[in-house]
């Protein structure tokens, strides 16, 4: 046995690269070449690959370490034999699979004195075939991404593929700046250096500064110290001399552009999303900088898979059948049994009410597209409970009986104001707070579940709210609920109190961001620092989009709201 020292082997020129990624941890046995760790720069996530089989003794970095070439990154216990060959510093640079992903590697020897002329040629105007540039020692890579379209203006550098081998994924750029004529591969087409990627039209002349490069390393001889980054030799130069020949006008790549990872996740999180079919824009990357690890992907799935969470191509297909259809097979699962039913006992037959199908397709939809996640709390409500009970008594004449829920509404709107977030919607990519408090309340009614929606309540009070709710109640049941008295609503609560229950978890009303589901409230005994008190509980259920809300602020909101519940002075401040 022996200790090996594994360092961070030639990276081209990025200088200085951050550990995003551990992805062996001491005790591990590692085969020779598996990735140890990703680094990123602010152009490429590598992964580090070891140059030896062996455990893991110690790590040497931890997340969020600067390290560079010949950092040291983990003490290797290797069998004897292995040791033998790479004597103390058996680094990874030893190693020829090291670093492939960025590593000059293949740069040295193919990128020999090349046929200029292709590259000059690019300055020419018209039709333009852009190829996959010199991409150092990568074979048989997959185009994992196609960002342009037939008929999309493209400016110089700008990317147009993903790529991705299994150690590093880079976008490739585009050498002169043009309209899409014609695209010559497709997601999934696995291309090498030199192979034709598309055709642009129109094409401004980007050549010069890209060929001149190009010109200097096949003027220079000795081109193994300069990274794939910096030894941008025209795709030409490099692999098929005869196609490029032929080719009449790609200009040598952008040097910098060409080592791009994507940002968010590592190759191998990228390959097991792939594998997963989840689609990584729609992943929220809990790693360092908001990367998307493999226990994000895992999460995701689980999300889908429990049908809490549904990705946004699956949730359009859904939404394109009709809601009672229940197919599972944009999610590729199995289809959804049929059975017949009346083979093990008499059965009847009856059509879904309009509403419910309407409601159930929006459910499917908030449920499936929006990532939400529900926060469970208590409101002690005894005082308010007892002054309710009072006001009513008080007031029994008045023909109006004032509602838990026009109480809850209330301290909601207190809640929203503090707590803007959960009074927004999503748009694109910006949220849109709202500045008036329109509050939809859950009715349950014979044909189905009804939203009508109590305005600015905000400049309401307690007993012309229970008013309106009642009346609004009345006709939703009675079906005489107007479009314009179920719309406009800014956060939705649903009761079951007057029914039952402990906690449960509503489903989002989309395009809002957050609903409240209110259970039963039940006599509790709680603790006072010196005896348990009888308190009234009321169990209150937050449901939110993890898109626009974090936890903490899910939990402050219901916090501040069980305040305001237990002492509804509150509100005045
Ligand atoms: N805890 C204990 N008791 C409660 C309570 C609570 N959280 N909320 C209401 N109650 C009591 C009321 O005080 C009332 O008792 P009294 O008759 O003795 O006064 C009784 O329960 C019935 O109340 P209610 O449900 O008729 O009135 P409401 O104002 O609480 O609710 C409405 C009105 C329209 C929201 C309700 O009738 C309703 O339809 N709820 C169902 C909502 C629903 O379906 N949500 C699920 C959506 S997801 O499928």
């Not at 799935?301 to 949730?315: D, E, K, L, N």
């Not at 509602?403 to 709107?413: D, G, R």
């Not at 905000?458 to 179920?486: H, N, V, Y």
């Not at 898109?547 to 519940?565: C, E, K, M, T």
């Amino acid at each position: 046995m022996a200790i090996l020292d594994i360092k961070v082997p030639d990276i081209g020129d990025f200088d200085e690269v951050t550990v995003i990624e551990l992805l062996v941890k001491p005790g591990d046995t590692v085969r020779a070449d598996q990735s140890l760790l990703t680094v990123e720069s602010d152009k490429a996530s590598m992964e580090i690959p070891s140059s030896h089989a062996g455990v893991v003794k110690e790590l040497k970095v931890a997340l969020g370490d600067k390290v560079k070439q010949g950092s040291l990154v983990l003490l290797l216990e290797v069998a004897g034999e292995a040791s033998a060959p790479n004597p103390a510093p058996a680094t990874v640079e030893q190693a020829p699979a090291a670093a492939a992903s960025v590593a000059p590697a293949a740069a040295a020897a193919p990128v020999a004195p090349t046929p200029a002329a292709p590259v000059a040629a690019a300055a020419a105007a018209g039709p333009v075939e852009v190829r996959v540039p010199d991409i150092g020692d990568f074979k048989d890579v997959t185009v994992i991404e196609v960002m342009v379209k037939v008929g999309d203006s493209v400016k110089l550098e700008q990317s147009l593929v993903t790529v991705e081998s299994d150690k590093a994924s880079m976008e490739i750029p585009s050498g002169a700046a043009g309209v899409v004529q014609e695209l010559k591969v497709k997601l999934g087409d696995t291309v090498n250096i030199g192979d034709l990627l598309l055709i642009l039209q129109g094409t401004t002349a980007a050549a010069p500064a890209a060929a001149a490069p190009a010109a200097a390393v096949a003027a220079t001889p000795n081109v193994p110290a300069a990274p794939v980054a910096q030894a941008p030799a025209a795709p030409v130069a490099v692999a098929a001399p005869a196609a490029v020949a032929a080719a009449p006008a790609l200009p040598a790549h952008n040097p910098t552009a060409l080592a791009l990872g994507l940002p968010h996740a590592s190759p191998s999180v990228r390959k097991f999303a792939r594998e997963l079919g989840v689609p990584l824009a729609e992943v929220k990357g809990t790693g360092l900088k908001g990367r998307i690890t493999d226990a994000d992907i895992e999460s995701f799935t689980r999300s889908v898979m429990s049908g809490a969470v549904q990705t946004a191509a699956i949730a359009a297909q859904q939404a394109a059948k009709p809601a009672a259809a229940g197919g599972g097979e944009g999610l590729g699962l199995i289809p959804w049994p049929k059975v017949d039913f009346a083979k093990f006992g008499p059965i009847e037959r009856k059509e879904m009410s309009r509403i419910k199908k309407i409601s159930g397709a929006n459910l499917l939809r908030n449920a499936i597209m929006i990532p939400a996640v529900t926060n469970h709390d208590d409101a002690d409500i005894t005082d308010l409970e007892a002054f309710r009970v009072l006001t009513n008594k008080e007031n029994e004449k008045s023909g109006v009986k004032v509602t838990m829920l026009a109480f809850l509404i209330k301290a909601c709107v207190a809640a929203l104001k503090k707590f803007p977030d959960f009074n927004s919607s999503l748009d694109g990519d910006a949220v849109v707070y709202k500045q008036y408090y329109h509050i939809g309340f859950a009715a349950d009614t014979p044909n189905g579940l009804m939203v009508p929606v109590i305005k600015d309540a905000d400049k309401k009070g307690i007993f012309q709210i229970s008013q309106e709710m009642s009346e609004l109640a009345k006709k939703a049941r009675d079906g005489k609920l107007s479009p314009a008295e179920m719309s406009g609503a800014t956060f939705t609560i649903s009761s079951l109190g007057g029914i039952g229950g402990r906690y449960f978890t509503p489903i989002i009303n989309a395009p809002e961001v957050a609903i409240l589901g209110v259970c039963r409230s039940t006599m509790e005994p709680v603790w006072d620092g010196k005896a348990f008190q009888p308190r009234l509980m009321l169990p209150l259920s937050l449901t939110w989009d993890h898109r626009v809300i974090d936890g903490a602020a899910a939990a402050r909101f219901n916090v501040y709201l069980a305040q305001i519940l237990g002492d509804f002075r509150r509100v005045l401040l």
